[in-house]
């Protein structure tokens, strides 16, 4: 289901982009915690990651705008629209499914003409992997 939300916000954009992956792929993050951080859950995060290409100079304002507005349509609440601090001229979209606590985040890195990244997580799921 994450690289399946990262390809619909992405073929939501006009003009169309290309999705280039980012490392190897899906991402397992260690296992998620006991409510003390204490004990292994058997629970497990994913999260997958892709840099927006075959775009124009100057399209990444239209993206997070477009981006922006499909999370609204789709259900997704909107949980940080800022700048960052480093490195100067960045920025991070982030919105969440409250439905299935997916998160997304799309980010911008490099000033106003720099890289986009989609990526998204799971919530806490169970870990589906082979031993």
């Not at 981006?67 to 609204?72: A, L, N, S, V």
């Not at 997704?76 to 499914?97: C, F, H, K, N, S």
Request: proline share 8%; glycine share 12%; hydrophobic share 30%.
């Amino acid at each position: 289901m994450v690289d399946q939300s990262l390809h619909a916000a992405a073929d939501s954009l006009r003009p169309e982009v290309t999705l280039g992956k980012i490392g190897a792929g899906l991402g397992l993050h260690p296992p998620c915690a006991g409510p003390n951080d204490d004990r292994d859950t058997g629970r497990v995060m994913y999260e997958l990651g892709y840099h927006l290409d075959g775009m124009q100079t100057g399209q990444q304002a239209a993206v997070y705008k477009q981006i922006k507005d499909y999370w609204k349509g789709n259900g997704y609440i909107l949980v940080q629209d800022e700048p960052y601090e480093a490195p100067p001229g960045g920025w991070r979209l982030t919105a969440a499914q409250p439905d299935t606590d997916f998160a997304m985040n799309l980010q911008q890195t490099f000033g106003d003409d720099g890289i986009l990244t989609l990526t998204a997580q799971s919530p806490c799921v169970e870990d589906t992997r082979s031993p």
